[in-house]
């Protein structure tokens, strides 16, 4: 199944669409793996046209490439590959979830092509663990190894109220700002290029349950929108949306949410061409 609003070939492709269903690190709620599929079915719920934007998706030309199968255990390699193919074609990539670790080949793509970047990162959790039951790659290390990738003073990070002592500390030494700082007051100071990366358990999970790692007091949908739309006039590099979990709650209100969520980020990012 692709995206309803699939409407160009790869060649001529404004943005494109790539799933990475990948969880196997997941530690509470496995499942996030079905995320881009039931993305996809969510999104035939949500009209083409944004009215936070006043645009349609249809005016943006846009490719859905399916998602790709983790047929290897050298999972960070698979995915590199791919996303190195459709990133050399100078698109815009947004990588639908899986869990957030998906983030790190991501990462590691771009800084061979781009020596500075920043990473503006949503999330409920600190994801700032450089260990976590005995893996250094996994959903609660992947800012700590892309903070290792493209420095920390690089890496920005909003919607946080979970985490160890040792990570709040760590995220206080190496951070220039206060992570419980609203994203309005530093994002002046946020340098470009930037790479969005929105866990949807950022959300407040009365808003959106479906998720493997749901943790109270988060933001609201309105709250979030307007977070992503300060960046309309800023240049992208790419996106990605993780931590969906179809299973952990019913799919279809939450789906629905993240596939919003999704039109609005094609349009953010189409914006800045």
Not at 26 to 41: D, H, K, M, Q
Not at 53 to 82: H, M, P
Request: overall charge negative; some cysteine; hydrophobic content about 35%.
């Amino acid at each position: 199944m692709k995206l309803y609003y699939s409407n160009s070939t790869l060649d001529n492709a404004q943005v494109i669409i790539l799933g990475l269903p990948y969880d196997r690190t997941s530690s509470f709620l496995p499942g996030s793996r079905f995320g881009p599929e039931f993305i996809r079915l969510c999104s035939e719920n949500i009209e083409d046209y944004s009215p936070y934007q006043n645009k349609s998706l249809y005016d943006v030309k846009i490719c859905d490439c399916g998602d790709v199968e983790f047929d290897t255990k050298d999972w960070v390699l698979k995915a590199r590959t791919v996303v190195e193919k459709y990133i050399n074609r100078k698109k815009y990539l947004i990588t639908l979830g899986g869990e957030h670790t998906i983030t790190v080949p991501i990462i590691q793509v771009l800084k061979e092509k781009y020596e500075n970047f920043s990473l503006v990162h949503f999330d409920a959790h600190c994801d700032l663990r450089d260990e976590y039951l005995g893996q250094k790659i996994c959903h609660a290390t992947v800012m700590r190894r892309v903070g290792d990738i493209i420095g920390f003073d690089n890496l920005y990070q909003f919607g946080i109220r979970s985490g160890t002592q040792d990570e709040f500390r760590l995220a206080k030494n190496l951070y220039k700002f206060d992570v419980f700082k609203p994203l309005s007051s530093v994002i002046n100071n946020i340098k470009e290029p930037i790479y969005l990366s929105i866990d949807v358990d950022v959300l407040d999970p009365g808003v959106l349950p479906a998720v493997s790692t749901p943790e109270p007091g988060g933001v609201s949908y309105q709250e979030l929108i307007k977070a992503l739309l300060l960046f309309k006039d800023k240049k992208i590099l790419g996106a990605d949306i993780v931590e969906y979990n179809p299973f952990a709650a019913s799919p279809y209100a939450s789906g629905s949410t993240v596939a919003e969520i999704l039109r609005e980020l094609i349009l953010i990012v189409s914006s800045t061409q």
